[in-house]
């Protein structure tokens, strides 16, 4: 199958700092990949829609100004988390499909402290 | 609004044992169904979907739009059937490209 692959895999900021988080589709392109939120024993909320070559579109309650996304090729989407803050820590998950079939990177767990 | 129920938090039974993970969805159109796994300290994978009437290690799961449920089965369990499940909902407009509702998850342990 395709794989998706998410750096760093875990990463410890201050608060107010900015994060990146990148997505890969490492042996297909994607037009569009897509941004989860998982809080702990809670399920895959999805943040926003990864549009390549132009905006991304945010669910409802999602802060754009918070959560930058860039879909800078068919390969690559980033995540930034802008002057974070302790309620950022989560698990963030990014996915690309291929073939109608949905694969997902191995998650970024991000800690704010 | 679409949405996805998985009542049961927590799984436990027997190894040799059938399985049911149940799945409930709410979805006003013609809905696409998967049921996602995640082994411990792996990444989310595809299980199955529903368009594919396949079984998977095991698995099916059967649409039942009366019911609109989407309901994981096994006959008998095994071990390494112990993971994280989810059910899964597909809400895209973009051609090729999984826009997914999830349901909480089911974590399912399978007992020696």
């Known amino acids: 199958g395709a794989v998706v692959s998410q750096h760093p895999s875990r990463v410890i900021c201050k608060s107010g700092t900015s994060v990146k988080i990148e997505c890969r589709s490492l042996d297909f392109q994607a037009t569009t990949m897509f941004w989860y939120r998982q809080f702990p024993k809670k399920s895959l909320m999805l943040m926003a829609t990864?549009?390549?070559?132009?905006?991304?579109?945010?669910e409802q309650g999602v802060e754009k100004d918070k959560f930058l996304i860039n879909h800078a090729s068919l390969t690559l989407s980033t995540l930034t988390v802008t002057s974070a803050h302790p309620e950022d820590s989560s698990f963030y998950i990014c996915s690309a499909s291929m073939n109608t079939e949905a694969f997902f990177g191995q998650g970024t767990r991000l800690t704010v402290v | 609004a679409q949405r996805v129920t998985q009542p049961e938090k927590l799984l436990s039974v027997f190894k040799g044992a059938p399985v049911e993970l149940k799945c409930n969805y709410s979805y006003s159109g013609s809905p696409e169904l998967f049921w996602y796994v995640q082994y411990s300290r792996q990444r989310l994978q595809l299980l199955l979907r529903?368009?594919s009437r396949e079984s998977i290690k095991g698995f099916t799961a059967d649409l039942n739009k009366g019911e609109t449920s989407f309901h994981l089965k096994k006959p008998f369990a095994q071990e390494e059937d112990s993971a994280m499940y989810y059910c899964a909902l597909d809400r895209t407009i973009i051609q090729g490209a999984q826009k997914l509702v999830f349901g909480q998850g089911t974590r399912l342990t399978i007992n020696p």
């Open positions: 529903h368009i």
């Open positions: 990864s549009n390549e070559g132009s905006k991304a579109t945010y």
